[in-house]
């Protein structure tokens, strides 16, 4: 036998392994493709604003800040981004390190997200992100928001690792600061499970939604929208995997749900 043909001999299970591992690839790749249309616009709809605190009313940050907020909800965002730079210019008169800063970065970061325009956000959650940890010190439930908003944005961006990485560190943080069973807890499981959608992990995403549920019903009710909202995304988690009639009875409780509330209000 001629040495070239023993070595092709030798090569052919590397060539055979290396030509099913591209296979693979191409398989998870088109499966991935379709998890991330089908669930991206779920996910950036799933960002938090910095809870309400009381602040001195002296000076026009509250008014930018709430103005800024409503224009975002009525969809009028060049008006909402100059509200919102406002606000922030108005919070920086404070000084650097002041938590009403990185409130209004948060939120300016978040308004540039949605509209997907993801380089201009990413400066802005990075930047909230370390005047909240020079503000507040590092334990504190609104650095976990933060770091909660920036696993959406790498998410939203296909980062997946890092998006994971984030994600686990805000629910850790939120797990210390506010107990593991704390409706922000849920909320925090509810966007991880979407974020494993995204990614096609369909079993983890599972697994997050239902103990997200399990929480919202405990601290908040049966009947309160955050249950109806992880009910969705519980859902839509089947669906994807065909568990249809299990599907369908989770979104008529929620539609349920939502009628009940909106009758109560």
């Known amino acids: 036998m001629l040495i070239s043909q023993r070595i092709d001999r030798d090569l052919e299970p590397l060539i055979r392994a290396e030509e099913d591992r591209h296979r693979a690839c191409e398989v998870r790749n088109s499966l991935a493709k379709p998890a991330f249309k089908r669930w991206c616009p779920l996910l950036l709809w799933t960002f938090l604003c910095f809870p ?3 602040y001195g009313q002296e000076t026009l940050w509250p008014t930018s800040k709430a103005a800024g907020s409503d224009a975002v909800q009525q969809g009028r965002y060049e008006e909402a981004e100059s509200l919102l730079r406002a606000a922030i210019a108005q919070a920086e008169i404070f000084g650097s ?51 909660r908003n920036m696993g959406i944005l790498k998410a939203s961006m296909r980062n997946y ?4 990485a984030l994600l686990s560190r805000s629910l850790s943080l939120t797990n210390r600061a506010l107990g593991q069973e704390h409706p922000v807890v849920a909320v925090t499981m509810r966007t991880i499970a979407v974020c494993q959608a995204v990614q096609g992990h369909y079993g ?62």
Do not use: C, W
């Open 52 to 54: 309400a605190q009381t």
């Open 97 to 147: 390190l002041d938590p009403r800063l990185a409130d209004s970065l948060n939120q300016l970061a978040i308004l540039y997200a949605t509209q997907r325009k993801f380089t201009q956000a990413e400066p802005l959650f990075q930047r909230s992100l370390g005047v909240s940890v020079a503000a507040l010190g590092p334990d504190h439930p609104d650095v976990a928001i933060v770091l």
């Open 161 to 164: 690792a890092e998006a994971d």
């Open 204 to 265: 983890e995403a599972e697994r997050f939604i239902r103990r997200s549920l399990e929480i919202s019903e405990k601290t908040l009710g049966s009947e309160h929208p955050e249950v109806a909202a992880s009910l969705d995304v519980f859902a839509q988690v089947l669906r994807t995997v065909h568990r249809d009639q299990e599907a369908h009875q989770l979104e008529t409780r929620a539609r349920e749900i939502r009628t009940r509330f909106a009758g109560m209000n």
